[in-house]
């Protein structure tokens, strides 16, 4: 099992609608969650951390973590053409592990 | 202006043949990580170095070498190169002596064709 897991999608959304991007990820002591955005050809640009449990909340984007099913996801509303790029999920490990492990990355699509 | 810079962007190479991939940052940070990216797989840590004169090993080394001689740069090295080393290379630096804040700075990225 990834320690970090995704869907690789495409996941196609129309514009105007609530995208949402998961992630699991594996029992290990984990202290910190993220969010990048990757468009393509370029390199990945941090959008979102969360630290606790619940919902933080960034202008369009909202990451939401559940420590206990091991799950965080993003959604973005009302998705614009120009969110269309690879959100990747990455986890920092801590507990002596220290690692700052991604997932392979979901590829949001998002059409006029 | 504050930003990790890699060279070459661009490199087609052949087997055996050594190269080196540059990576420097002006942000003075304490640690810096090479990434290959491929698809799929995501990014996965090649190595790192969280001060001068500290590198580790991340979870993919093989074939690779690296030195943090000075603050700013963290060259990768390819001493013989293989075609299964035809990636995406990123290189990251964070401001701490670890990633926890997630706050990667990362390069352009170099794209390594090896044949």
């Known amino acids: 099992q990834k320690e970090v897991e995704q869907n690789s999608g495409p996941l196609s959304v129309p514009e105007g609608a609530i995208a949402s991007l998961n992630c699991t990820y594996s029992d290990r002591v984990s202290q910190s969650f993220f969010w990048y955005r990757q468009y393509s050809g370029k390199s990945p640009e941090l959008i979102m951390s969360i630290y606790s449990n619940g919902d933080k909340e960034d202008g369009r984007f909202t990451a939401q973590l559940n420590k206990a099913s091991q799950y965080v996801s993003l959604l973005i509303r009302d998705s614009q053409p120009s969110d269309s790029a690879t959100y990747l999920c990455a986890v920092f490990f801590s507990g002596g592990y220290n690692k700052l492990i991604f997932g392979a990355g979901t590829r949001l699509a998002v059409h006029p | 202006e504050a930003q990790v810079t890699q060279n070459p962007r661009y490199l087609i190479t052949v087997t055996g043949k050594k190269l080196t991939v540059t990576c420097s940052q002006n942000m003075n940070h304490e640690y810096m990580s090479w990434y290959r990216q491929d698809p799929g797989l995501g990014l996965r840590q090649i190595y790192y170095?969280?001060?001068?004169?500290?590198?580790d090993k991340g979870d993919v080394p093989e074939g690779y070498k690296v030195s943090r001689k000075e603050k700013r740069n963290f060259p990768l090295i390819l001493e013989s190169p293989s075609p299964n080393q035809t990636s995406l290379y990123f290189c990251?630096?964070?401001?701490?002596?670890?990633?926890?804040?997630?706050?990667?700075?990362f390069g352009e990225g170099s794209r390594l064709t090896v044949l």
């Open positions: 170095s969280m001060n001068v004169e500290v590198t």
């Open positions: 990251a630096s964070t401001p701490n002596a670890a990633p926890n804040t997630g706050e990667l700075f």
